[in-house]
DNA sequence: GTCGAGGTGA
């Protein structure tokens, strides 16, 4: 709904002293009434010299003077007339020191006691306040006039309006555009989209879409470039489906979208992570006939890097440039930033060349990329050492980078160097965010100095846009790390009383502190409440609470909290399945054979699939749901039955060499020196690495190769039957659409053996605990590997491929023809 | 004409 405070600043006041006016006004004349007969005569020549002093008056800004003498005409009769009033604030207007106050006083004597206000009254005064910017009485004008009899004009309302969006009065404007839409005057199109962006910029997004629809519904035609402001309003405020519905409006009514409609809408799913609907989107896109334009790429490389997607990314990239659309510094600073998210040192160098090549500069930006992705991957020093050469160079930095550097001096358990730097920084003019005074609360936090952060929040000067509730929760998370509850309290008082409410990081740091004193029954409470009355607590409560639960030995509540709450908004990750199978797993609930003997549902989710295995066999949940999850607080007393041992534990056997081997190269380069590493102790003779790939396939074969030198015999050995036809690995592969075109030789292969070999494929992320559990009980029918580590990936498929051919299946040939050497290097480690 | 990037809390 559209709303405008109708500005009445005290008018009462100024009435009172009208009134006096008026009234003394009046009176004179009448006294003087006697001698009107014999002055009649000289009147006219007085009147128009009385007009001139009057208009004398008021043009030099002597208004009090002005309307004296305009008092004065009241000896002629029927003067002073309206014309007389206008002429006096027309000129008065003009003149350099105009105060409105007195001319609205004027405007309501007139109004009171005659004479009446006409249009010209109105125009005059709405010309004089738009030009003095006084959007209070200018409104009040155009109401005036209006509940007058009297119809501004368009000109002067839009103008009205083009006035207040300037002045950026919000009120008024959406005030004035109601007056005009109620004398069915429409806005021009540019002052429309000013009126909508900026009430979209102030996030008055309905507002703004109700001024479209008042229109629409008018029968006024608004363009496309109005429901893009709004359809872009709704993508960045996280309602893209909202934006969807708006989208279709737009082609039910006919207009004409472009490439910025849909690339609104390639932002907002992609925000919200919704690739499904990010490339079907894209892809309706062009088939409608538009080409995707920098921005549209740009906002895919974002929604790809932050999704961790980063092979795809750059082949984006190479497919902007293909289309001859160039990545400028946006782009690259957003595929920078990831490829430090990971790591990818190589890649970085190769970028960053790339970035000067083209001839761009670096900015803060591609700064703040590069210190803070390898911050946040633990290269501490590396950060610190980039921001203190571009520091000393001189480059030109903001608040942003300087708070990361802040934030590398506290990682670094240095907040007091942090904190003096600022102070002194402070000194010569630097203006700290709120986000910097909270880095180096975190840095206070983190080192245990909770009482001197909290007496640090206030002695920072904070103006009046904090402390904020990510400074309290800042302080609150490590006193409920430290179960300190007095510490607790006094921070949720200092919240309540400087009126910052508890969200829902609040609320998990404090079921976090339940959970670490071990007051379950009281964390329950709080999660039953939060459900209830919100916020709704996250994926990362739940796991706080399901790993304490399992910690202090309570499994079975930790699985009957978890099926509980798996149907409702708290939804379960990754994290959540690797707590409680590494708990199941740590109380000797096995998984063997026996327990997976089939396989999941064409189509279905298999880490569920597998989830249940353990659950279903291991500690099926009696009973009907609880109604309350504070039900199942209270553990029964036999929680963890005697499970049978494995029958086969390979990991007695992989140990602790086989961990190495999976483990440290997650990392690229890392895989890369190791893969020279063992390269060289391997030392067997012919041995090549075969260019058929990546990292990936390479190092599978190497690891290949290691296990058909040394391990063999051993695991023959260990296998019963001793037979190496006897062995079946089920291998569900998952491989993140990244790495499925990679390494594209080795899964198609894989695909082609999956009829006979129980091979599985399945492409969806899965927990790192069954890595670990595929390693330790290898002999299972079952290994899942998770989404990220190529090397992990490979020497799964490795094992694979080398237990396959060593069978001498009738795959051999087909693996031999894609692995080429090292299989017979294999091969004859076998014989 | 409308549109894309970095830094703080569980």
Redesign the pocket.
């Known amino acids: 709904m559209l709303l405008c405070t109708v500005p009445t600043a005290n008018y009462s006041n100024r009435i009172c002293k009208i009134v006096r006016f008026f009234v003394s006004f009046s009176s004179s004349c009448a006294l003087r009434t006697i001698d009107f007969v014999e002055e009649s005569s000289t009147h006219d020549c007085d009147y128009i010299k009385l007009q001139r002093r009057t208009q004398n008056y008021a043009t030099s800004g002597h208004f009090r003077k002005a309307l004296e003498t305009l008092s004065s005409m009241r000896n002629a009769p029927g003067k002073p007339t309206v014309y007389d009033y206008n002429s006096l604030m027309y000129c008065y207007l003009r003149s350099r020191n105009v105060l409105l106050e007195e001319l609205v006083e004027v405007y309501l004597g007139m109004k009171r006691f005659g004479p009446a206000p006409n249009a010209l009254t109105f125009n005059v005064l709405l010309n004089g306040m738009l030009s003095l910017g006084n959007l209070k009485d200018m409104f009040f004008v155009a109401n005036e006039m209006c509940g007058s009899g009297f119809v501004p004009s368009f000109t002067m309302l839009l103008k009205v309006l083009k006035k207040s969006l300037e002045l950026g009065s919000l009120d008024c404007s959406l005030g004035v555009f109601r007056l005009m839409l109620r004398l069915e005057y429409f806005p021009t199109?540019?002052v429309?989209?000013l009126l909508i962006?900026l009430l979209?910029?102030a996030r008055m997004i309905r507002e703004a879409y109700s001024v479209l629809s008042a229109l629409l519904g008018k029968g006024y035609f608004c363009?496309?470039?109005?429901?893009?402001?709004i359809?872009?309003?709704l993508c960045?405020s996280g309602q893209s489906y909202a934006a969807l519905e708006l989208f279709c409006l737009m082609k039910k009514k006919g207009i004409v979208q472009?490439?910025?409609?849909y690339?609104?809408l390639v932002?907002g799913f992609g925000?919200e992570g919704l690739g499904v609907d990010l490339f079907r989107c894209l892809n309706i896109m062009q088939s409608d006939g538009f080409k995707p334009?920098?921005?549209?790429?740009?906002?895919i490389i974002?929604f790809l890097c932050?999704a961790g997607r980063v092979e795809e990314a750059l082949e984006y990239l190479d497919r902007m440039e293909r289309e001859g659309c160039d990545?400028?510094?946006?782009?690259?600073?957003?595929i920078l930033?990831e490829l430090c998210h990971q790591d990818k040192v190589g890649k970085i160098c190769e970028l960053v060349q790339v970035i000067d090549q083209r001839g761009f500069s670096p900015?803060?930006?591609?700064?703040?990329?590069l210190a803070?992705?390898m911050?946040?991957v633990g290269k501490i020093g590396m950060a610190h050492k980039i921001l203190l050469d571009v520091i000393a160079r001189g480059c030109t930095?903001?608040?942003?980078?300087?708070?990361?550097y802040f934030?590398c001096l506290c990682c670094d358990y240095r907040s007091r160097e942090a904190l003096s730097l600022l102070k002194s920084m402070m000194e010569d003019g630097f203006t700290?965010?709120?986000?910097?005074?909270?880095?180096i609360?975190?840095g206070f936090?983190r080192e245990n100095s909770i009482e001197e952060a909290l007496e640090l929040m206030d002695s920072f000067e904070w103006e009046n846009k904090g402390p904020?509730?990510?400074?309290?929760?800042?302080i609150?998370?490590?006193a409920?790390?430290q179960g300190n509850s007095s510490l607790i309290q006094r921070i949720l008082f200092r919240m309540e009383h400087e009126g910052v409410e508890l969200?829902?990081?609040?609320?998990?740091?404090l079921i976090?502190y339940f959970c670490t004193v071990g007051k379950f029954s009281e964390c329950l409470k709080l999660m039953e409440y939060m459900m209830r009355n919100g916020p709704t607590?996250?994926?990362?409560?739940l796991n706080?609470l399901l790993d304490k639960l399992c910690k202090s030995g309570l499994l079975r509540s930790a699985h009957g909290i978890f099926e509980y709450l798996r149907n409702t908004a708290c939804v379960p990750d990754t994290t959540s399945y690797n707590i409680l199978i590494r708990a199941f797993r740590r109380e000797g609930a096995l998984v063997g054979r026996e327990a997976i003997n089939c396989s999941p549902a064409e189509g279905s989710d298999a880490r569920e699939w597998a989830y249940s295995k353990y659950c279903n066999l291991q500690y099926p949940i009696e009973g009907n749901v609880p109604e309350r999850i504070v039900e199942l607080a209270t553990p029964t007393s036999s929680e963890f039955p005697e499970k049978n041992k494995p029958l086969i534990s390979m990991h007695e056997f992989f140990g602790q060499k086989w961990r190495a081997l999976y483990q440290p190269p997650n990392k690229e380069i890392a895989a890369q020196l190791y893969v020279q590493n063992i390269m060289s102790s391997l030392a067997i003779p012919g041995f090549q690495t075969v260019d058929i790939g990546d990292i990936v396939t390479t190092t599978a074969i190497i690891i290949f190769s290691y296990l058909a030198s040394f391990k063999l015999g051993r695991l023959m050995s260990l296998y019963p039957g001793n037979s190496w036809s006897q062995l079946r690995i089920m291998v569900y592969v998952c491989i993140p659409a990244w790495q499925v075109d990679a390494p594209r030789s080795t899964i198609l292969m894989i695909r082609n053996a999956k009829s006979s070999v129980p091979f599985g494929i399945c492409v969806s992320p899965l927990p790192n605990s069954w890595i670990e559990f595929a390693v330790e009980y290898l002999i299972v029918d079952m290994i899942i590997i998770q989404d990220c580590s190529p090397c992990a990936v490979s020497w799964l498929i490795a094992v694979c491929l080398f237990c396959c051919s060593c069978s001498g299946s009738p795959y051999a040939e087909l693996l031999r023809h894609a692995w080429g050497e090292p299989l017979s290097i294999m091969a004859s480690a076998c014989s």
């Open positions: 199109e540019p429309l989209n962006s979209t910029k363009s496309v470039y109005s429901y893009n402001l359809l872009w309003a960045k472009n490439v910025c409609t690339t609104a932002y925000r334009n920098l921005r549209t790429y740009t906002i974002k932050d990545p400028d510094l946006i782009t690259y600073n957003i930033r900015n803060p930006y591609t700064y703040a990329a803070g992705g911050l946040k930095l903001d608040v942003a980078v300087y708070n990361i934030n700290p965010s709120i986000v910097c005074y909270n880095t609360l975190k936090c904020d509730v990510v400074s309290f929760n800042t609150l998370s490590a409920c790390k969200n829902v990081v609040s609320s998990t740091c976090q607590p996250t994926t990362i409560a706080m």
